[in-house]
């Protein structure tokens, strides 16, 4: 196959249906772990599709979402200070931190600029070398080489009003972590493709024998998705626990080695407190000391930062797979994308949003219009 609409063919996922079908004999209970995975699933209905008692669980797979609320506090009062431009990707204006977002900073005068590159805010630093700018590096291995290279480039160019909030995490450790709970009913996981096409796929075979769990490394698209399912369902159904690579095209095994040295060049791993979950060991980077000079927690004196999430929001045991978005009371009620209360509701990878923008009609009697949310206008 060429072309994307080709990974869509009907014909071919009803025979990759009917073949899950055929191997299945058991219930299953199987992890996604990217929010863009768990979108493409709950759109195409590919959940809906699968044998009773096969079932996919949505994991921490979304940048946003997991974001720690800390972390979001920190933004705001950076993003408050006079003189500051706070350089963000949109989908972090309308997660909620103690009470306010990033919007609520821009109404009130702050200088936030939502960007589509760090790139982007570099240029915005060299322009204006009498602001500081602050760009919002959060995410998974994904974008963590982008925003490495943006600080290697400013340290290159002599750059020095460019700073970087870090708050990247890390896939492996938190398969660890999801394994290691006591409520864990995760039986196998499709690994999340894009990040595997950073770092390749060798941190997974470890994982997969210490906890006896297949891993099948898997696209985004729907046929991507039912190919990683069926293998997954081959693995189970087998008695075996190996990693695979169903995602080849985009995946070498190797990974993207260039990336991965500019990543240990400007970062180091730490210890990462994730939105919803808690803290992880060795699960995420921050700023090596080389490079410390471009960390904008401590270039700002945003250390004492109290924070207070919301009582309703039980996006941290969404975020492991432990309940359903629409099991949440708030959901569709007090919690939607135009007030949400959790990440999980405004990220476009966000599991809540995924229910809310494909499903809420099947578990919500809505209390608000329809056609008003910032995920409906996507
Ligand atoms: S529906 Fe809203 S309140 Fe409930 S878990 Fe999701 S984000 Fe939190």
Redesign the pocket.
Known sequence: MKYLDEFSDPDLARRLVDEIHAETTQPWAMMEVCGGQTHSIIRHGIDQLLPDGVEMIHGPGCPVCVTPLEIIDKALAIAEQPGVIFCSFGDMLRVPGSGRDLFAIKGAGGDVRVVYSPLDALRLARENPDREVVFFGIGFETTAPANAMTVYQARRQGIANFSLLVSHVLVPPAIAAIMESPTCRVQAFLAAGHVCSVMGTSQYPPLAERYGVPIVVTGFEPLDILEGIRRTVIQLEAGRHELENAYARVVPPEGNLPAQEMLRDVFEVTDRTWRGIGMIPASGWRLSDRYADFDAETRFAVGDIHTDE?K????GE?LQGLIK?HE?A??GK??TPRN???A??VSSEGA?AAYYTYRRLEHVELSQPSGTGLVESR
Do not use: I, Q
């Open positions: 919301s309703l929001c039980r996006s969404v978005p949440c708030a959901f007090e919690c949400p209360l959790g999980t509701m809540c």
